[in-house]
């Protein structure tokens, strides 16, 4: 199985900041990563897929990148609204892995 | 609007079963693979269980493998995950998404659309 890890597993930053998260996969999976932001009592967001495609209605401060085993998640000039938990997906095969998750809280 | 709708959820002791159901609106539920994901109080989105469209393949994670189904009934729009021998760690929210499919050169799949969840205690 390919297992996720996220680094760092938390943040505190401040609205405007640039945020960058890292995912790493134990085996190589192409581009085949998502991302999504997940916030307390609603249903997760699809950030990401494809590694870099922005999904439809998402902010353009959100951009993706990598492919391989290494990829990232770049948040530019945090806004309120964007402190949340974020978590990466392989979609290469079953079982189709969450890394366990990086918390982006106000400092 | 498309929409997912989770329902079943509630306080179940252990060894004991639950069904969940995820009600389908605003999209061709029948042309869509499926997938359950989890979150257990104060950890992670842990994935489930998958089931393709039609029904014909099926996958599960192997902390639930052998204990909890997953089916669906296309002529209802509806998902739905039977869940047996429940155990104290199955304690979570368990949310229904939407795995869709987008050909880039390659195929890419992502869950695009998500249920609020439902509940579901595992406890004596």
């Known amino acids: 199985d390919i297992q996720m890890t996220q680094s760092p597993s938390s943040l505190s930053a401040s609205v405007g900041d640039r945020v960058t998260i890292t995912c790493r996969a134990s085996?190589?999976?192409?581009?085949?990563l998502n991302w999504y932001q997940h916030k307390p009592g609603s249903a997760p967001n699809l950030l990401i897929y494809?590694?870099?495609t922005l999904q439809s209605g998402v902010p353009s401060r959100f951009s993706g990148g990598g492919s391989g085993t290494d990829f990232t998640l770049t948040i530019n000039s945090l806004q309120p609204e964007d402190f949340a938990t974020y978590y990466c997906?392989?979609?290469?095969?079953?079982?189709?892995?969450f890394g366990p998750g990086t918390k982006v809280a106000i400092k | 609007q498309v929409q997912l709708v989770e329902s079943g959820g509630g306080v179940v002791q252990p060894g004991g079963s639950l069904r969940l159901s995820c009600a389908a609106s605003?999209?061709?539920?029948?042309?869509?693979?499926m997938h359950w994901v989890r979150q257990a109080p104060g950890k992670g989105l842990e994935w489930v269980t998958f089931?393709?469209?039609?029904?014909?393949?099926?996958y599960y994670a192997d902390s639930v493998k052998g204990r909890f189904t997953v089916s669906r009934d296309n002529s209802k729009n509806t998902l739905y995950l039977q869940m047996n021998s429940l155990r104290h760690e199955d304690t979570a929210v368990y949310y229904c998404?939407?795995?869709?499919?987008?050909?880039?050169?390659?195929?890419?799949?992502?869950?695009?659309?998500w249920g609020k969840g439902t509940a579901v205690t595992v406890s004596s």
């Open positions: 998404a939407r795995w869709k499919v987008e050909e880039k050169n390659f195929y890419y799949y992502y869950m695009d659309v």
């Open positions: 605003g999209f061709t539920f029948s042309n869509y693979a």
């Open positions: 089931i393709r469209y039609d029904g014909s393949d099926k």
């Open positions: 085996q190589s999976i192409s581009n085949y």
């Open positions: 494809a590694a870099s």
């Open positions: 997906q392989h979609s290469s095969r079953t079982p189709f892995t």
